[in-house]
């Protein structure tokens, strides 16, 4: 039997990691579920169609409840289970100083990067469970381990999510529910578009990591395949650098 897979943040960003992954997935065979607010989602997914992937797209914004719930449900009733939950979708911040960002901007960010993976697992995890146990991958970032300034919000969003992974590994082992997260360094989606426009600070966010260069989607999609897969069945609770040694840069 196929895998069910639902990738929140799937489709929107043309290039982004969430369309890689769901690339990804596919070539296993799984049949993919797309929860996003683009207003790309129809137009890609019927690109995904025509190419033969099984993918449903789902009107869904992380960081509503109501949305999330009702995602679920529809995935209840039209698959009957779920076996893998990308937790993905994510945003970046306005780059001000703490002290001038407003509580509706940091409450943005928090609403989608954070309490978007805790809702996905909220009501994610019951159907993992009664579908005999699966696995989770959150995408959270090398700022959920480092400072930078003028990113508060997305930092704290990022660090947030490596521990909420750590608390649903523990607390739904015993499900065989594996949860583990990711942490991409800067990968060249158009999530960084605002960074790259100025050529100073590029140049150096860039190559800012041992191997000198900006990361792919698909170099982030292949390590979240590993962590869904059987070959990391003794792996949960971690988070896996994909960084291109950003982090010991
Ligand atoms: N690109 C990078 O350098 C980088 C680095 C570290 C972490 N990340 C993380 O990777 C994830 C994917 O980002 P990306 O780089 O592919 O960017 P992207 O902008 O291409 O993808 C983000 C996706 O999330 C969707 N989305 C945004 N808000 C949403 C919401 N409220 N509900 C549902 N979907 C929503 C967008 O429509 C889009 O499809 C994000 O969580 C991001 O923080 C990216």
Redesign the pocket.
């Known amino acids: 039997m196929s895998k069910v897979a639902l990738v929140?943040?799937?489709?929107?960003?043309?290039?982004?990691?969430?369309?890689?992954t769901v690339r990804r997935l596919a070539a296993d065979k799984m049949k993919l579920v797309v929860?996003?607010?683009?207003d790309?989602?129809e137009r890609v997914t019927e690109e995904l169609s025509s190419e033969g992937i099984d993918v449903a797209l789902i009107h869904?914004?992380?960081?509503?409840e109501d949305?999330v719930k009702r995602t679920m449900d529809e995935v209840n009733h039209k698959y009957g289970r779920l076996d893998i939950l990308i937790?993905?979708?994510?945003?970046?911040n306005t780059e001000v100083k703490l002290t001038d960002l407003s509580i509706a901007e940091w409450q943005r960010v928090i609403?989608?990067?954070l309490t978007?993976v805790f809702l996905g697992m909220k009501y994610g995890i019951p159907l993992l469970e009664s579908s005999g146990g699966g696995a989770i991958v959150n995408?959270?970032?090398?700022?959920?381990f480092k400072g930078k300034k003028l990113m508060s919000a997305?930092n704290a969003?990022?660090a947030g999510v490596i521990t909420l992974t750590k608390n649903a590994a523990l607390e739904f082992g015993r499900q065989n529910i594996r949860v583990n997260a990711?942490?991409?360094?800067?990968?060249?989606?158009?999530?960084?578009d605002g960074w790259r426009e100025q050529e100073q600070k590029w140049k150096i966010l860039s190559t800012a990591n041992a191997l000198r260069r900006?990361?792919t989607?698909l170099e982030?999609a292949n390590a979240i395949r590993f962590l869904v897969s059987e070959e990391s069945s003794y792996i949960t609770g971690t988070t896996l650098m994909v960084?291109g040694g950003g982090l010991t840069f």
């Open positions: 929140t943040g799937g489709i929107g960003g043309i290039g982004g990691i969430g369309l890689a929860a996003d607010v683009s790309k989602a869904c914004d992380v960081g509503i949305d937790n993905n979708a994510g945003i970046g609403d989608i990067n978007g995408v959270s970032s090398l700022l959920g997305y969003s990022k990711v942490a991409p360094g800067v990968i060249d989606t158009p999530i960084v900006i990361g989607p982030v960084d």
